[in-house]
């Protein structure tokens, strides 16, 4: 079993950025897929970004040019990048794995992080 730790949430101002972090413990995620989705109060869970286990990459369309996914394998650790944030962008983000192959659904994943808290403000 992997334990997911997200950081790097907080408050910033629209255009601003913010880099979230998921750090891994109790196995190696270098052969995961990873995600990253968010949840915004009275909204479904909707995917941001993945990274496959050969670093391939999947955005969703609300976020390409803006976000940017990567993983650093010696540290056991995805990151999300992002830049130009909106107000929409508002939402809890949580990390997760699969070792089923990437995917934007989130029943494909099965380890989850608690999430962190990203508040954009207009």
């Known amino acids: 079993q992997v334990q997911l730790v997200e950081s790097g949430g907080g408050l910033v101002q629209a255009g601003g950025s913010l880099r979230l972090s998921c750090a891994a413990s109790g196995r190696t995620v270098s052969r995961d897929a990873m995600g990253w989705f968010r949840q915004a109060p009275g909204k479904e869970r909707e995917f941001v970004a993945g990274i496959g286990w050969l670093s391939n990459t999947a955005y969703a369309d609300s976020v390409k040019g803006r976000f940017t996914i990567s993983r650093d394998n010696a540290k056991n650790t995805v990151y999300l990048q992002m830049n130009s944030l909106k107000p929409e962008d508002t939402a809890v983000y949580s990390c997760?794995?699969?070792?089923?192959?990437?995917?934007?659904?989130?029943?494909?994943?099965?380890?989850w992080g608690q999430g962190t808290q990203v508040t954009v403000s207009s």
């Open positions: 997760a794995a699969t070792r089923r192959g990437l995917s934007s659904a989130p029943d494909r994943y099965d380890n």
